[in-house]
T-cell receptor, first 116, second 115 residues
Framework: AQKVTQAQTEISVVEKEDVTLDCVYE???????LFWYKQPPSGELVFLIR??????QNEISGRYSWNFQKSTSSFNFTITASQVVDSAVYFC?????????????FGKGTTLSVSS | GAGVSQSPSNKVTEKGKDVELRCDPI?????LYWYRQSLGQGLEFLIY????????KSGLPSDRFSAERTGGSVSTLTIQRTQQEDSAVYLC?????????????FGPGTRLTVL
């Protein structure tokens, strides 16, 4: 069975601090995709990044960066110089690549609060 | 519209009543998904559609839940004889195709409260 664990339920930081959100996944499949979504207070899930299981290159997009390590089954997300607008719930998700119609398997989410 | 829309945004109902939740996917998206977000369970998958077909209904929590999609577009999730444990935010998502790497675009959700 597949599972995504986000051990950090809530994180509070002060603006300009760096913060890392952890994501650990479990699957026996060798081909899969990993996602991060952001859910701001408005409620709508916003796609941030997708990674496939064969691409372990880290990725940086502005203040956001992602560290994918298959050896530890982790896909961690770092926000550099956090801002108040980063306050949201962040979800890590997994989807298998070899089954038609599989859906995203989400972690429970990490609530990030950034104060000024 | 440009994104996925859902209606109503909020629904309060009495236990035992039936409710219908509507999802308008992004135009041209053939795949549509329903998820449920509740405090205790996080985000859980309910059902997906490829076109108008829903091949796998095993994610629906009980036989009180049903869903349909017509014209390859609008989808309706129906909950019969609602129970308090049905209270949650119901999220709809669509993607261009039913492919795992396709980004799923989510709607704002319908918050259902069963009294």
């Amino acid at each position: 069975a597949q599972k995504v664990t986000q051990a950090q339920t809530e994180i509070s930081v002060v603006e300009k601090e760096d913060v890392t959100l952890d994501c650990v996944y479990e699957t026996r499949d060798t081909t899969y995709y990993l996602f991060w979504y952001k859910q701001p207070p408005s409620g709508e899930l916003v796609f941030l990044i997708r990674r496939n299981s064969f691409d372990e290159q880290n990725e940086i997009s502005g203040r956001y960066s992602w560290n994918f390590q298959k050896s530890t089954s982790s896909f961690n997300f770092t926000i550099t110089a956090s801002q108040v607008v980063d306050s949201a719930v962040y979800f890590c998700a997994l989807i298998l690549a070899n089954q038609a119609g599989t859906a995203l398997i989400f972690g429970k989410g990490t609530t990030l609060s950034v104060s000024s | 519209g440009a994104g996925v829309s859902q209606s109503p945004s909020n629904k309060v109902t009495e236990k035992g009543k039936d409710v219908e939740l509507r999802c308008d996917p992004i135009s041209g998206h053939t795949a549509l998904y329903w998820y449920r977000q509740s405090l205790g369970q996080g985000l859980e998958f309910l059902i997906y559609f490829q076109g108008n077909s829903a091949p796998d209904k095993s994610g629906l929590p009980s036989d009180r839940f049903s869903a349909e999609r017509t014209g390859g577009s609008v989808s309706t999730l129906t909950i019969q004889r609602t129970q308090q444990e049905d209270s949650a935010v119901y999220l709809c998502a669509s993607s261009l195709e039913l492919l795992p790497y396709n980004e799923q675009f989510f709607g704002p959700g319908t918050r259902l409260t069963v009294l």
